[in-house]
């Protein structure tokens, strides 16, 4: 059923087939009838269904309910539309260059027979193709309301195997332009379908109009355009001009790269009302001057995208909400404050003070540095009960724990999660490298969802979003809010799971996500694995994180490589253990020059570690000082206006705040 109103969205006009077999599910109403002469075929219009591909509905109620009846049909859509191409390689068809990539769907037979689905305008060479049936060799056309195609995930009637889409233009369906069109023909070495030689004017008349003016064919409703064409002006009534500006302009731009095309058309339209106009050439050269224009270009240019992006716009609503009807909705988490606190007692965090309980938590990291390691010492802690890197308390998962891995192979993140010790039984890996996005794709994500709530998992990691993100612009806003908030409804509604932690590229610098801002503003805390100072030999990994009711500072882990367990070591910030390192360099300059020269002052371990070249910047030498004071390194007093003078450790003249054992003043 979600495939049928898949299907709808894109524009067929969807109607069931016989289980197994290629043609409508529904017997012709008009079986025994016979047609009484001068009528014309019944296509609907008695009100009764059994009328072939004009079934065909864009009707999301009776779709459910005709699939609901018949959950074994195959699915049929009317091409009313669109126009599908369809390719038989038994037949000779072949695919050729010149088709425009589109979107496919590969049939069931298994040998390369596809259907290549586009859209077209009104008037346009496309409406005009399905006319002419054995147009190209072994390819079959399909337009107009009464041709229709078997649609995925449809069984083939001989081999049992469904039909498929393919990731063709990411399944985007191309519009055929007139210049797609010459494209192929040329290609086949087959004529032009529909198009005339330029009329001539018989005597004492005018040429008969092209019923192609005429052509109705498309998703929207008849443009000023085809209103103008089918009440063209009287002769005489003075507005010749403006009409002909508007039908010209139209040809125009549906021709823009034939002149010769555009001309024909124009002087059938002017036909149609004054075959002696005397501005026609002259207008005729305007309009097409106009149109290619720099300001003409670009003004078509954008309506092209305008008009795309608008066509996109209506398919993804009338899908969304489509989808919505599909099943009822949970009830709302919904009450009074006293109500809500009378609820039994639940911890608020799944990991205290990092994870928040039934939470959308995000895992930031640059590559390389982690996030999978991360996520398996995670996932250990909640299903073992172990404080979490050694620190953090865990409410434990009493269902499962499962990985849907996007990136690393099976095999792989096996061999890491055994070293980390995950329980093997209760641990799921679902690996999708490689494979089509289940996310994207309805059957897909129905069986997924079904797989995951049959092994009861409660906790789920997404790894990494990059990978299972399915729109076509990470960097918009309003594309990864959508995605983040049906990535939560697949998780809390189709699985039953009650966590979700999702892994998240970071940028260049490592300190926010790649993207759109969206994918920081959803969750409800983020957790940042951050990468020491490479260059100057801190190969680290620090941990951070922010969130509600979450504020970890930033700490350095421990990455143990034979068991791929984490800690934490118990230092700091990077920027507190770049400090350490600094003092650490600085301690062997500052003992040789307080040994060369007890009670220096500060000024003067300054110069002496610049004349021995050492690296610091201003306040590194005094910091470290302090820190060799403290730790009984060396010992200081005060001098002369107040300055500090340095001594070596347990010197009878300073104080020593830790005097080292074994040393006394005779041995200085």
Known sequence: MLAALEAMALGFGVFPLAPGRKVPLFPNAHKNEKRKPGTTKCTGQCGQIGHGAHD???????????FREEPRAGLGGNTRFLVGFDIDIQHGGRLLDSFPTTRTHYSGRGNGNRHLIYAYEPGSLASKIAQRNGWLTGVDVKAGRGAYLVLPPTLHEETGKPYTVGDDNG????????????????????????????????????????????????????SKVLDALRNPPARGQGVTNDWLATVAGHYARAHRENRDFYE?????????VDPHYEDASKTIDSIWDKEHSTEGERAWAVAQRVEAKLVEHEAKAVFARTLAELEPADPFDAGSLAEILARPDSTRFRVDGLVLSEGFTT??????????????????SLLSGRDFLGRFPVEPVEGRIALLNFEVAAKQVAHWANLVG???????????????????????RADLAEYLRGREVEFLFVDPLSRAFYGDNANDNTQMQRFLSDLDAFARSEVGATDVVLNVHAGWNADRSRGASATEDHPDSIIWLKPGDREKGDKSTYVEAKGRDVDVEEMQLAFDPTTYRLSLTGEGSRREVRQVQKQGDLEPQILRAVAADPGINTQGVTNALR?????????????????????????????????????????????TRSPLGGLSGEEF
């Open 171 to 222: 399944g985007v369906i191309h519009v055929l332009t007139d210049d797609d069109v010459h494209a192929i023909a040329t290609e086949a070495g087959a004529d032009l379908p529909g198009l005339a030689q330029k009329p001539e004017a018989p005597a004492g008349g005018s040429p008969s109009p092209s019923r192609d003016l005429f052509a109705t064919s498309g998703h929207r409703e008849p």
């Open 264 to 272: 024909v058309e124009v002087r059938r339209a002017i036909a149609m």
């Open 56 to 66: 065909g509905t864009t009707d999301p109620e009776k779709i459910r309910r005709w």
């Open 422 to 444: 995950v329980d093997p039984e209760r641990f799921d890996i679902v690996t999708l490298r490689g494979r089509r996005n289940p996310l994207l794709h309805p059957q897909d």
């Open 363 to 380: 895992v930031v990291a640059a590559r390389k540095t982690g996030k999978t390691t991360f996520n398996l010492n995670l996932a250990d």
């Open 611 to 655: 004349e021995a070249k050492a690296r610091f910047q201003k306040g590194d030498e005094t910091r470290t000082l302090g820190a060799m004071f403290d730790g009984g390194r060396i010992g200081k007093k005060k001098g002369r206006y107040n300055a500090t003078l340095w001594y070596p450790a347990g010197h009878p003249d300073a104080e």
